[in-house]
Each structure stands twice: as structure tokens, then as C-alpha cells.
């Protein structure tokens, strides 16, 4: 009396063993593919280097060759790189910025969804900003409390070009002339 094996327990047991083996063939598979791809990109687009503080690293996406080559041409390049101005202080929070700034950048590049000229962002402004008055204090003038309390200054309403000096349509000198023609017609809250 011979039985099927395929109907018996062991041979139940062989059956799982065999789907188990090749789902798991299929994730080491698709797994090692995805991690390949993932560090090829990563060597392709030189993501080591926005681990680092150089500034070149910038400009490694071409949309940033303007703003860096502004940034070699203007003030603030023996003073202040990329990172001092546009990441938070501290560890954690210039590599939670890094983080989040290059996914968006890789994602929208990736998806063709980039605005070209690059435009800073509501949350990447305010980071700015906190570095201007952090790196300027007790540097205001008279017209800083045009547009609100010392709290409320937006420096790069008058100095939008100063850490990107090179294009004149975003100099200081155009934002400021702006600012204090609209000066006489500001409206209080």
C-alpha cells in the first residue's frame, strides 16, 4: 500500500518548506535589487558628500550652480558655507534638515516636479533667517521694524542676495530700495 506523499503530513510539511524557500529567494532577490539601485544612485549623485560641510557639495544638482557660484562671487564665503545658513544648529537638526531637503530634492528632481530657479521654502526661510539674526545681533537698523517687531524680521525681504550676491535682480540694494519706497505706504496691523 503505497501513499501519495504530497497527501501526507511530511509531505505537507515538504510542500510549505519549498513555498517558504522561494518567497524567500524572491525577497533576498528583490531586496539585494533595491539595495543596489539604492547605492548606485546614492555613488551616482555623490550623496556622501551632502554628509559633509563643503559647500561644493551644493552644487553637485546643476539647478544649485547659480546659487553656488553667487555664494563664491559674494560676502559671506570666508564667513559662513551652505549648512551655517541653511540648517538648524546642532547635530540632529542639520541632518534632520539634510534628511528631509534631500528627499524632496531627489523626489522632486526625480519626478521632473522642480521649480527652476530653485525656491526657498516657507520652513527653509525660517531657518535662514533664525541664522541672520543669530550670526547679526545687535546689528539692526532703523529699518528692520518696517515689516514687524525684531521677532517677526524677514532679512531676506531687503538682503534676499547676500549669501547669493552673483544675479543683481537679488541684490541687497534692489530689496532695499523696494522696501523703503513701499515704507511710506505701509499699512499698521
Not at 539595495?35 to 551632502?50: K, N
Not at 560641510?53 to 559662513?80: F, L, R, T
Not at 537679488?170 to 515704507?183: D, P, V
Request: aromatic letters at 8%; glycine letters at 12%; hydrophobic letters at 35%.
Amino acid at each position: 500500500m503505497s501513499t501519495d506523499p504530497s497527501t501526507t503530513k511530511g509531505g505537507l510539511r515538504l510542500a510549505n518548506a519549498r513555498i517558504v524557500r522561494r518567497a524567500l529567494f524572491a525577497t533576498v532577490i528583490v531586496g539585494g535589487a533595491a539595495i543596489g539601485a539604492g547605492l548606485f544612485t546614492f555613488t551616482y549623485a555623490r550623496g556622501g558628500s551632502y554628509l559633509t560641510d563643503d559647500p561644493a557639495a551644493c552644487a553637485n544638482c546643476h539647478i544649485m550652480q547659480e546659487q553656488y557660484d553667487g555664494w563664491v562671487a559674494g560676502s559671506h564665503k570666508n564667513v559662513a558655507g551652505c549648512n551655517d545658513c541653511h540648517t538648524p544648529p546642532g547635530l540632529i537638526g542639520k541632518y534632520l534638515s539634510k534628511f528631509e531637503n534631500g528627499w524632496k530634492h531627489s523626489f522632486a528632481f526625480t519626478t521632473g516636479r522642480f521649480v527652476d530657479p530653485i525656491q526657498i521654502h516657507e520652513g527653509n526661510l525660517a531657518i535662514a533667517n533664525r541664522a541672520c539674526v543669530n550670526c547679526h545681533q545687535g546689528q539692526f537698523h532703523e529699518s528692520a521694524n518696517l515689516y514687524g517687531d525684531s521677532d517677526s524680521i524677514q532679512c531676506t525681504h531687503c538682503h534676499r542676495g547676500v549669501g547669493h550676491g552673483a544675479n543683481p535682480a537679488n541684490s541687497a540694494s534692489f530689496f532695499l530700495k523696494e522696501a523703503h519706497n513701499n515704507r511710506s505706504r505701509k499699512v499698521s496691523p
